[in-house]
């Protein structure tokens, strides 16, 4: 058995799968630990959102619990040697990548703590819907170590180099209204509000093409990264591989049917 189906059927508890149509909603379930991620739970979710059911088309992201994600379980760190640190470390990322990078998008539910490997976890989903009672916070600095879920990578792209720098330094936790000011979140709910709000934009999502959404996954955050001639020519082929689709052929046709359709600034 592969290292990620053991881990899930191990631990298939601490993260639930619950599909509604096309929408998968995962829940990190470990309450008690609020929600603090043990190697099984990380292997679990790695699985759980890197290889979703058939016919998924988005993922919601939830927990259990007042909290998101209390970060690393701390309790596994005690007692490893460089070695077994760098190999928990690329654990995370191969997680994290499997989030950022995996078939589908996802949209995260944070509330409470959202905190350490925690706000790695939220950094690596495409669309962030954060209830008032979220908080976040890195407090790596104050347990002597260092963020080792893609942090330094993703949360200096969201947030800024300087506010992360600041928020390790001084070990500053940040409200859920800020977290939506400096692009933690897209949007803010009151607590309890936050799964509804991410289903009903996850089944938008899922509405949309196939090869539209890969390329917004896939693809934007690689042109990005690229320099400017490299990113035009990945645009080019983006955008023509997905106009090529028969089912962007076919929306177009509906709209100057006058069947597909207007944009509307209710949303
Ligand atoms: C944990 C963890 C954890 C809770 N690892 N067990 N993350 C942190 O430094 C955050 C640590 N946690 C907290 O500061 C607090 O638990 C909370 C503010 C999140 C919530 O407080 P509260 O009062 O609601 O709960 P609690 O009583 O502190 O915790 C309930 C239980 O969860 C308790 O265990 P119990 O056996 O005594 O009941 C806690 O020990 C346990 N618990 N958080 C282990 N994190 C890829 S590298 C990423 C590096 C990091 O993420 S560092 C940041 C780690």
Known sequence: MSEILKAVAQD??????????????????????????????????????????????????SSVGDHFCAGLDLSELVETDIAAAIHHSRMWHRATEAIEFGRVPVVSVLRGAVVGGGMEIASATHVRVAERSAYYALPEGQRGIYVGG??????????????????????????????????????????GQGEAKALELASAIARNATMTNFALIHGLPRIVDADRPTGYLIEALLSSVAQDDQEAKQRMQAFLDKRGPKISRGG
């Open 12 to 61: 298939g508890q601490s993260v639930t799968i619950d599909v509604r149509d096309a929408v998968a909603l995962v829940r990190i379930a470990r309450p008690h630990k609020r929600n603090a991620i043990n190697e099984a739970t990380l292997l679990a979710l790695e699985a759980a959102i890197g290889s979703p059911p058939d016919g998924v088309k988005a993922i919601v992201l």
């Open 150 to 191: 893609g942090g330094s990578v993703r949360l200096p792209r969201l947030i800024g180099v300087s506010r992360m720098m600041e928020m390790m330094l001084t070990g500053r936790v940040i409200s859920a209204e800020e977290g939506e000011r400096i692009g933690m979140s897209h949007y803010l709910v009151e607590t």
